[in-house]
């Protein structure tokens, strides 16, 4: 069965650190491979997406994740991370070839310091 | 453009009543999904539509239906709510390269 492993449930960073988000995937076709952001009340926003071709995609708010087929890893980063990035960051998977199955990881909730 | 419309925002249910969710899309996406979300479990589907025409259940369809009344329309029906189904419910299209979701629907069962 597919699934979507995100294993950190909580990561705390100081303003101005870097940041990883970890996310594997498992299933033997190749995935889609989303990242979304969602805001204490509020719904879903697209951080970035990877379909194909090259294996570090940027996104928006200075995100970018790398696509790992041999680790079966779509990790998140951020070079340095601002206080409005604290909020919960979801990990998704798509897959064409079962019918457009689309689905998500348990989320990793970020807190920023100051 | 709308995006992804969803209705009600908030809803209150008594144990044992129905109600319909609704959700429409106005970007001719053929992909809809309906997801719950829930504390510390991340967001669940509980059924998809790959076309027109089309549902299938994803992992948590139990003590819900669908129906994909057209390209635009993918509602949630709740036949008996049950508190177990005080969540908060999320609907999506998806295209390829998009997907876009709802505001949600904040639904409590008492």
């Known amino acids: 069965a597919q699934s979507v492993t995100q294993p950190d449930i909580h990561i705390t960073v100081s303003e101005g650190a870097s940041l990883e988000l970890r996310c594997n995937y498992s299933?033997?076709?190749?995935?889609?491979l989303f990242w979304y952001v969602q805001s204490p009340g509020q719904g879903l926003q697209l951080l970035l997406k990877?379909?194909?071709?090259?294996?570090l995609v940027q996104g928006i708010k200075g995100f970018e994740a790398e696509f790992k087929r041999s680790q079966s890893s779509f990790n998140l980063r951020k070079p340095s991370v601002h206080w409005s990035d604290a909020a919960e960051y979801f990990c998704?998977?798509?897959?064409?070839?079962?019918?457009?199955?689309?689905?998500f990881g348990t989320g990793t909730s970020l807190t920023v310091i100051p | 453009n709308a995006g992804v419309t969803q209705t009600p925002k908030f809803q209150v249910l008594k144990t044992g009543q129905s109600m319909t969710l609704q959700c429409a899309q106005d970007?001719?996406?053929?992909?809809m999904y309906w997801y719950r979300q829930d504390p510390g479990m991340g967001l669940r589907l509980i059924y998809y539509?790959?076309?027109?025409?089309?549902?299938d259940k994803g992992e948590v369809p139990n003590g819900y239906n669908v129906s994909r009344l057209n390209k635009r329309e993918f509602s949630l029906r709740l036949e008996s709510a049950a508190p177990s189904q005080t969540s908060v419910y999320f609907c999506?299209?998806?295209?390829?390269?998009?997907?876009?979701f709802g505001q949600g629907t904040r639904l409590t069962v008492v």
């Open positions: 999506a299209s998806l295209e390829n390269t998009e997907a876009f």
């Open positions: 990877y379909f194909s071709g090259d294996t």
């Open positions: 998704a998977v798509g897959y064409r070839i079962t019918g457009n199955q689309f689905y």
């Open positions: 539509s790959a076309s027109e025409g089309t549902t």
């Open positions: 970007m001719n996406h053929n992909s």
């Open positions: 299933y033997g076709a190749t995935p889609y």
